[in-house]
């Protein structure tokens, strides 16, 4: 079923699977990697064919790793059977899985945005870990928004553990790279409510207003927004912090901001 077969570790096409681990080559090749068989159905059932895809012998006959098969043929993709010593040196884990997809990364341009196609948009400003970023893209997802912005310097939407924690939904929500400054520029014509979220806010924020489409505007893990990213909404909202824990996970307080949001 497979194109070919391949046993060596040092097989060039395993090798520069392998190298997609870093963000160097990432950037470089504009690839990544998506393991599993749920992740990868969920990228060809969006229309997105795997640029190579690998499996084991146990994977071997599945329905939906077929139709894998199929798109990724379809697409002009390469199919390659490989054994579980290079499944487990792909997706550095104890238990690999079975399917490993390799793919083009697709970020939106932010002028492509329509903020008419969806009730809320996100913001992340310098978002610095991937599983936050992960479990964020899912989040917005599972809650219909419209895209995920990642304004100044973030950590790689498209790295094994962000795609990891998106479940799938890396394929399914718009990612777009913004500069500070072309935030700022672009936020000036956001038609709806603009929300920052920040700790020394005084409205909470179950007690805004949001207007639609909501862009929600979330602050990095360690310093928060900063003064001239909260400048740029139109109310700060904080979420109350009613025992003893000062502030929430991120991607836990994006989660509530959307809902919110979104209600
Ligand atoms: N030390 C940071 C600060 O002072 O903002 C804490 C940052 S917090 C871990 C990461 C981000 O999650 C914040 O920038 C904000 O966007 C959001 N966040 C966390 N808890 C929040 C809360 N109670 N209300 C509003 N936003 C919150």
Excluded at 2 to 21: E, G, I, Q, W, Y
Excluded at 45 to 73: F, K, S, V
Excluded at 108 to 115: D, G, R, T
């Amino acid at each position: 079923m497979s194109d070919r077969t391949v046993t060596s570790l040092t097989n060039p096409t395993v090798k520069a699977v392998r190298a997609l681990h870093l963000r160097k080559a990432r950037d470089e090749t504009g690839l990544f990697v998506a393991e599993g068989l749920k992740i990868v159905t969920e990228a060809v059932e969006t229309g997105h064919a795997p640029a190579i895809l690998m499996y084991g012998a146990e994977a071997n006959g599945h329905p939906l790793l077929r139709q894998a098969i199929t798109a990724t043929r379809a697409g002009g993709g390469e199919v390659i059977e490989v054994t579980p010593e290079i499944l487990a040196k792909v997706s550095r884990r104890d238990n690999p899985q079975a399917v490993v997809g390799v793919f083009h990364q697709v970020f939106m341009p932010l002028e492509a945005l329509a903020p008419s196609t969806a009730p809320c948009f996100v913001a992340l400003h310098r978002v610095r870990d991937p599983g936050n970023l992960g479990t964020i893209v899912r989040t917005a997802d599972a809650a219909g928004c419209g895209a995920v912005i990642l304004v100044g310097e973030c950590c790689d939407p498209f790295s094994v553990e962000a795609v990891r924690a998106t479940m799938g939904s890396i394929f399914a929500v718009p990612i777009v790279r913004a500069t500070e400054d072309a935030f700022t520029d672009w936020r000036a014509k956001w038609p709806g409510s603009v929300i920052g979220t920040l700790l020394t806010a005084t409205v909470a924020h179950h007690e805004a207003t949001y207007a639609k489409p909501a862009l929600v505007f979330m602050g990095n893990e360690q310093q928060g927004l900063t003064p001239e990213m909260a400048a740029l909404c139109d109310v700060n909202v904080k979420i109350p912090m009613r025992g003893r824990a000062d502030s929430l996970n991120l991607s836990v307080a994006t989660g509530v901001m959307i809902y919110a949001a979104t209600a």
